[in-house]
């Protein structure tokens, strides 16, 4: 590692870690899938086919990585089964970073936003609040002047859950009691953040409604109230999606971005799941990128997503 790598050991250990279930599972597919081959043919390409798609990668994406494989295969003529994880490690790490986005590297604030605002969104229990307190950390470590809004003013104890969050962190947080409007929190949230020269502000949202159409039509007149603060605000919407649901967080996204508008994805709880293998599918489906990624309930266990880090912790040795 060069001094440009800001990859550090703890990072990698909390990646490697987070993604060992994953990694085991895929693994112990793929020596069954190799068994009793030395070459890679028609019958071990169908088993990969198999042991992609029941790791939660995603029919589009697994036809793709074994589209790729088949072409190379036939290219060298001759690959070892021996080199197969090699291979599908390279040729995974190809296709996210050559058909969409760049690595993100998190959310950049800009200085000509103040406050830069992120709206959080997403369904109840996939770890809103929860990557709100972890991306507040982080950007108070580089010297943030931070601002939450606790716009989830429908589930009892998700106000106080905010507050946990924000005195853990050393953040203000702006409030009101449940069952308050919450484009009204997010209006309140914006100007106090915007009076004292905020950086960035969070603003945290309901993942239960009534029902759907409930839900999108708050978030869009959260917005539009937000928009009255600051014009071009929010700057940010993040979506979260929780990984340990597999193909179903997949289904999410597609629903979500389809109902409103998201401009960043993080997919959370990607410790204790073998389901890990949903952020390539998510990562290569969507233009929206995956920013963040969840690797547990402690407060560093939020990562920026690397395209190639991730297939390396993945497939590595
Ligand atoms: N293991 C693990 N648990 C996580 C992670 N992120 C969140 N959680 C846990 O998931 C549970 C739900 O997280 P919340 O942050 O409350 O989720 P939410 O989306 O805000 O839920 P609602 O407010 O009900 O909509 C909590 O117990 C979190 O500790 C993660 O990356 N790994
Ligand atoms: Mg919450």
Redesign the pocket.
């Known amino acids: 590692m060069g001094i440009f790598s800001f990859f550090s050991k703890e990072k990698k250990e909390t990646l490697d870690k987070g993604l060992s279930k994953t990694k085991e599972s895929v693994f112990s597919k793929i020596t069954r899938a190799v068994a009793g081959k030395n070459k890679v043919d028609d019958e071990v390409l169908d088993n990969l086919e198999e042991v992609l798609i029941t790791s939660d990668v995603g029919v589009d994406t697994t036809l793709k990585i074994i589209s790729r494989i088949e072409k190379r295969v036939a290219q060298d003529k001759y690959v070892n089964t021996h080199e197969l994880t090699a291979i599908l490690r390279d040729e995974i790490a190809s296709l996210l970073t050559e058909n969409n986005t760049e690595d993100a590297d998190g959310f950049t604030i800009p200085e000509e936003h103040k406050p830069y605002v992120i709206m959080v969104v997403?369904?109840?229990?996939?770890?809103?609040?929860?990557?709100i307190g972890k991306l507040a950390y982080q950007f108070k470590k580089a010297g943030k002047n931070v601002y939450l809004g606790a716009a989830?003013t429908f589930?009892a104890a998700?106000v106080e859950?905010l507050v946990i969050w924000s005195e853990r962190v050393g953040v203000p947080i702006v409030k009101q009691k449940m069952g308050s409007d919450p484009a009204s929190v997010a209006f309140d949230t914006l100007s106090s953040a915007k009076s004292n020269n905020a950086d960035v502000v969070i603003i945290?949202t309901?993942?239960?409604l009534h029902n759907k159409i409930n839900l999108m039509n708050e978030l869009t007149k959260i917005k539009n109230v937000m928009k009255k603060v600051i014009p071009d605000a929010p700057h940010e919407v993040l979506l979260?999606l929780d990984g340990s649901t597999g193909q179903n967080a997949f289904e999410q996204a597609k629903q979500f971005t389809a109902a409103t508008e998201v401009n960043a994805l993080a997919v959370?709880?990607?410790?204790?799941t073998a389901k890990g293998g949903v952020v390539i599918g998510i990562s290569d489906h969507f233009r929206i990128p995956v920013k963040y990624i969840?690797?547990?309930?402690g407060i560093e266990?939020?990562q920026v997503f690397r395209k190639k880090e991730f297939v390396n912790s993945l497939f590595g040795e």
């Open positions: 997403g369904v109840n229990g996939v770890g809103k609040t929860t990557t989830d589930r998700a859950q945290d309901a993942g239960r979260v959370t709880k990607l410790d204790g969840g690797l547990g309930e266990d939020l």
